[in-house]
C-alpha cells in the first residue's frame, strides 16, 4: 500500500510541475495545434482512400495470378488500378451527388465490399515495411537516399496548395464542382474538358472533407505507388539492389520528386505505364504456355493504358505505343493472332478511357474537347490559339536539337521554366545508353525486360519528337511525357546493376559509374534538405497566428494579395480575370471569378465581338462582369512574347482602359510596376 501511494504521488508529482511549466511556457499553440491536426486529418484521409483503392485493386485482379509480382510490385500494381476504379466509382456518384454524404456512403459501400482485400493489403504492406533496410551496402545507401527524399517530400506535401497548374485547374475545378454539388460542365476553363481521373479523386477528397491540402498527400502515396512498382519490377528481373536503383533514379528527377509534394495527375501514368510493361510480358511469358491462361495479363494492359489514357491527352501515345509492343509480342504466333490481341487491348482501353469522351460529348458537344473540333467556347479563333502551328522546333533556330531530344531536354530542362519546363535529372540519359557495353552481361530476364521497355519508350519518344517538330511549342514540355521514365527506371536500374559485372580490370567502370551516381544522390538530397526552407514551411509550421495566410503572402505574392482584395467585394460580384488563370483562393462560395484559362480573352474578344472595338467589347463585357483583374505581369509578357498579338490589339487595350475603365486597386511595391489592376466600369 506504500509503495502504490508512493507511486501515485511520484505521478501526480510529475504531472503538476510538467502541466504548471508548459502551461506557461506553451509547446503547443493553437495555431500550430491546428496546422499539425490539418497535417494529420489530410494524412489519414489520403491513407484511407489508398487503403480502400489497394483492397478495390486486389478484388478486381483476384482472377489474376500475381504471385510472380514481388510484394513491392504487387502492392503498387493493386494500389493503382484501384485508384483508378475508386477514381471511376466518385465520377459516377459525383454526377448525381457531390458532398460529404454521398462520397462518405461511397467510401463506405466499397469498404463493406471489400473488406477482406483491404485486410489482406494492409497485412501484405505492414509485411514489406517490416523487411526493413537491405543488408548490401549500395543497395542500404539507395534505401536511405531514397527514405530521405521521400521524408522531405511528405512534409512539403503538408503545406497549401500554391502551384500554378493546382491554382488554375487541378483543385480549382475540384472547388467548382463542389459547389455545384456535383460534376458538370464548368465555363471558362477549358482545362476541365481534359480527361481528369486524377483530379476526380482530389474532387472526391474535396468533397469528404472541404480541405485543400489534403490532394497533395494522396498525389505522394500515388509516387510511391511508382517507386514500389519500378522498383519491384527491376528487382524481380535484376536483384534488389537494381530496384533501389531504379526508385532512386526517379526521385534524382527534380521534376518527380517534386511532383510528389503538389498535386498534380502526372505520377499516376507514370506508375501505370510501369505496371502495363510489366504485364505485357508477362502475358508474353505464359501465353506460351497457356493462351487462355495468358488472356488476363493483355487485359490488365489494357486497363492499365486505358487508366493511364484517363489522366491526360497525351497519353495517348502510351497507349499506342503499349499497343506496338502487345502486337509485336505476339508476332511470333501469327500476325492474325497478334492483330486480334492488339485488337483485344484496345477495346479495354478504349472502354475505360469512354466515361471521359461521354462526358465532353454531352457538356461541350466534342469528345475530345477542347482539341480538333469546335465546341463549349472552343471556336476555330481559340482553337488556333490554343495549337499555334507552327510554332514547333522545325520551324526555328531549334530544330538542332530534334535528333538530341532526349539529351538536350535533359540538359536544358528546367522544372518550370524554359523549353522543356521539367528537370528529368541526369541519370537517365547517363546510364541507359550503357547498356551497349552490358548487353552481353544481361541475363534473359534483364533482356526480356530491356526489349519490351525499349519499344514502348522508343515509339513514344519517336511521337513526342513529331509533335515537337511539327506541332505547337507546348508539346516540347518534358512533362506531357513524364510517363516514359517509369519503365526507363527500370532499364537504368538494370544497366547499373549490370555495370558491376563488368571486369575491374584495368579500369573498374562500374565502380566510377557507382560513385557518380553517390555524388547525384547526395546532390539530390542535398537540394530536397533546403527545399522546406524555400517553401516556407517554417513559416506554416511557426505555431504563430495567422499562418496559412503569411504562408500564401510569402508563396504567391501579389497573387494572394490580389485574391484577398477581390474577396472583400459584395457577394454576387462578377470579376472577369484578363490574362490570369489562376483562381482558386477567389472565394467561390460568394463571388464568381473568370477565369483567362487560356490568356487569350483580350486577343479572343479583339476577333469575335463586334468589329473588335473597345465600344463593344466594353458593351459586351459590362453586361457580364462587375470587375476586370488585369494580371499586368501577364499581359506584359505577352506584348512581349506573344506574335500573335498585333501592334493594334495594344493599341486598342490603351484605349480599352482610357476610355472605359476606372482604377480600383493597383497591386505593387513602391515605385515598381504594378503586378495586379482591378478595375472597375466607368460611370
Known amino acids: 500500500m506504500r509503495r502504490a501511494i508512493a507511486t501515485g504521488a511520484a505521478l501526480l508529482w510529475m504531472a503538476l510541475v510538467l502541466g504548471l511549466y508548459y502551461w506557461v511556457h506553451k509547446p503547443l499553440t493553437p495555431p500550430l495545434a491546428e496546422a499539425i ?13 489508398a487503403l480502400l483503392a489497394g483492397g478495390l485493386g486486389t478484388r478486381l485482379l483476384a482472377r489474376l495470378d500475381l504471385s510472380f509480382f514481388r510484394p513491392a510490385e504487387r502492392l503498387a500494381t493493386t494500389l493503382l488500378i484501384g485508384l483508378g476504379a475508386l477514381a471511376l466509382l466518385i465520377l459516377g456518384v ?14 463506405l459501400v466499397v469498404a463493406v465490399l471489400t473488406r477482406r482485400e483491404v485486410f489482406t493489403w494492409a497485412r501484405h504492406w505492414r509485411a514489406l515495411l517490416r523487411s526493413g533496410l537491405p543488408r548490401d551496402r549500395w543497395a542500404r545507401f539507395l534505401a536511405i537516399a531514397c527514405l530521405i527524399l521521400l521524408a522531405v517530400a511528405f512534409l512539403l506535401a503538408l503545406l497549401p496548395p500554391s502551384m500554378w497548374d493546382v491554382l488554375t485547374y487541378h483543385l480549382a475545378g475540384a472547388v467548382q464542382h463542389v459547389s455545384n454539388g456535383r460534376f458538370s460542365a464548368v465555363s471558362h476553363n477549358h482545362f476541365l474538358g481534359f480527361s481528369q481521373l486524377v483530379d476526380t479523386l482530389y474532387t472526391g477528397q474535396l468533397a469528404l472533407t472541404g480541405r485543400l491540402t489534403g490532394a497533395a498527400p494522396l ?8 517507386l514500389l512498382a519500378a522498383g519491384g519490377y527491376a528487382a524481380r528481373r535484376s536483384g534488389p539492389a537494381a530496384g533501389w536503383a531504379a526508385a532512386a533514379i526517379l526521385l534524382a528527377g527534380r521534376t518527380i520528386w517534386l511532383e510528389m509534394t503538389f498535386a498534380y495527375a502526372d505520377l499516376l501514368p507514370v506508375g501505370l505505364a510501369v505496371v502495363a510493361v510489366s504485364a505485357a510480358e508477362r502475358w508474353d511469358e505464359v501465353r506460351r504456355v497457356d493462351a487462355q491462361r495468358g488472356q488476363g495479363y493483355l487485359l490488365l494492359v489494357g486497363a492499365a493504358a486505358g487508366l493511364a489514357m484517363s489522366t491526360k491527352y497525351t497519353v495517348v501515345w502510351l497507349g499506342a505505343a503499349l499497343g506496338l509492343l502487345v502486337v509485336w509480342l505476339a ?6 493472332i497478334a492483330l486480334a490481341a492488339g485488337l483485344l487491348y484496345g477495346l ?9 469522351l461521354i462526358r465532353n460529348a454531352l457538356w461541350y458537344s466534342n469528345p475530345v474537347y477542347p482539341l480538333l473540333f469546335d465546341g463549349g467556347e472552343m471556336d476555330a479563333i481559340r482553337r488556333a490559339w490554343y495549337s499555334q502551328p507552327g510554332s514547333g522546333l522545325i520551324y526555328g533556330a531549334g530544330a538542332w536539337q530534334l535528333p538530341l531530344l532526349p539529351l538536350t531536354s535533359t540538359v536544358l530542362g528546367v522544372e518550370g521554366a524554359g523549353t522543356y519546363n521539367t528537370d528529368i535529372g541526369p541519370l537517365f540519359v547517363m546510364l ?12 534473359t530476364a534483364e533482356r526480356a525486360t530491356v526489349r519490351c521497355t525499349l519499344i514502348v519508350t522508343g515509339a513514344v519518344t519517336a511521337a513526342w519528337a513529331l509533335s515537337a517538330a511539327f506541332g505547337s511549342y507546348i508539346s516540347l514540355q518534358t512533362r506531357l511525357v513524364l510517363y516514359l521514365f517509369g519503365p526507363l527506371a527500370v532499364v537504368a536500374g538494370i544497366t547499373l546493376e549490370s555495370l558491376r559485372r563488368l571486369p575491374g580490370k584495368p579500369i573498374d567502370l562500374g565502380f566510377i559509374v557507382r560513385a557518380l551516381v553517390v ?9 530536397a534538405l533546403r527545399a522546406p526552407g524555400r517553401k516556407s514551411a517554417p513559416i506554416y509550421f511557426s505555431g504563430e497566428a495567422g499562418y ?3 504562408y500564401l503572402e510569402h508563396a504567391l505574392g501579389w497573387h494572394y494579395a490580389a485574391m484577398r482584395w477581390i474577396n472583400t467585394l459584395p457577394e454576387g460580384t462578377t470579376i472577369r480575370f484578363l490574362w490570369e488563370p489562376r483562381y482558386l483562393y477567389c472565394d467561390n462560395t460568394r463571388l464568381i471569378c473568370w477565369p483567362d484559362s487560356l490568356m487569350d480573352s483580350w486577343y479572343h474578344a479583339r476577333r469575335a465581338i463586334g468589329d473588335g472595338s473597345p465600344a463593344a467589347i466594353a458593351a459586351v463585357w459590362r453586361a457580364t462582369a462587375d470587375y476586370l483583374l488585369v494580371y499586368e505581369f501577364g499581359r506584359t509578357f505577352e506584348r512581349e512574347n506573344s506574335a500573335l498579338y498585333t501592334t493594334d490589339d495594344w493599341a486598342a487595350w490603351e484605349e480599352f482602359t482610357a476610355g472605359y475603365l476606372a482604377e480600383v486597386w493597383r497591386g505593387s511595391n513602391d515605385g515598381a510596376e504594378a503586378q495586379y489592376i482591378l478595375y472597375r466600369w466607368q460611370e
Open 432 to 443: 541507359t545508353p550503357l547498356l551497349l557495353l552490358t548487353w552481353r552481361q544481361l541475363t
Open 219 to 226: 498525389h505522394w502515396i500515388i509516387g510511391v505507388g511508382l
Open 94 to 107: 459525383g454526377m448525381l451527388a457531390l458532398n460529404p454524404l454521398s462520397m462518405a456512403t461511397l467510401l
Open 519 to 527: 555524388l547525384t544522390l547526395l546532390f539530390s538530397v542535398g537540394d
Open 37 to 49: 491536426g490539418g497535417a494529420i486529418l489530410d494524412t489519414v484521409v489520403a491513407a484511407l482512400f
Open 348 to 356: 479495354v482501353a478504349t472502354a475505360i478511357v469512354a466515361p471521359w
Open 331 to 336: 508476332r511470333r504466333d501469327s500476325w492474325r
Open 548 to 550: 496559412r495566410e503569411r
